[in-house]
């Protein structure tokens, strides 16, 4: 028995019985666009955006709202010059959507020992 929480794929146990093996799974996420009008035409280029991406979203002007679970970002249209907006270590942020031009919602679950039971956020452009 143990506390590991990844994520294991098969399990064989040798023929003596004292050995056991498996597989990690480990997964990379990876942003994948097409530009313009290419349907049929050209494939997906992954974006160099934040590590572990785990949600994003698209501003009304093209910047990209990116997520990793920790820290909400904010990065061109293209996956550079990514800025921090918020960051919570002990919270998880996803489901990054924008709300008209000034603003972002997303989900926020809190995991940590706070007073605090909700936050409220605002993006404004700079």
């Known amino acids: 028995m143990t506390?590991?929480?990844?994520?294991?794929?098969?399990?064989?146990?040798s023929a003596d019985g004292n050995t056991a093996a498996t597989v990690q799974v480990r997964t990379t996420?990876?942003?994948y666009v097409l530009v313009g009008n290419v349907f049929g035409h050209g494939s997906p280029?992954?974006?160099?955006t934040v590590s572990e991406l785990s949600s994003f979203g698209w501003s009304e002007d093209g910047t990209l709202l990116l997520?990793?679970?920790h820290t909400l970002f904010r990065a061109r249209g293209d996956g550079q010059n990514t800025a921090t907006l918020l960051g919570?270590?002990?919270g998880l942020i996803n489901d990054v959507a924008p709300c008209g031009h000034r603003y972002v919602v997303?989900?926020?679950a809190f995991h940590g020992?706070?007073?605090c039971l909700a936050r409220e956020r605002r993006w404004i452009k700079s």
């Open 3 to 13: 506390r590991d929480t990844n994520d294991y794929f098969s399990l064989a146990v």
């Open 113 to 115: 020992d706070c007073k």
């Open 45 to 48: 280029q992954p974006l160099p």
């Open 67 to 69: 997520s990793n679970l």
């Open 88 to 90: 919570d270590p002990e």
């Open 29 to 31: 996420p990876n942003l």
């Open 106 to 108: 997303f989900s926020w």
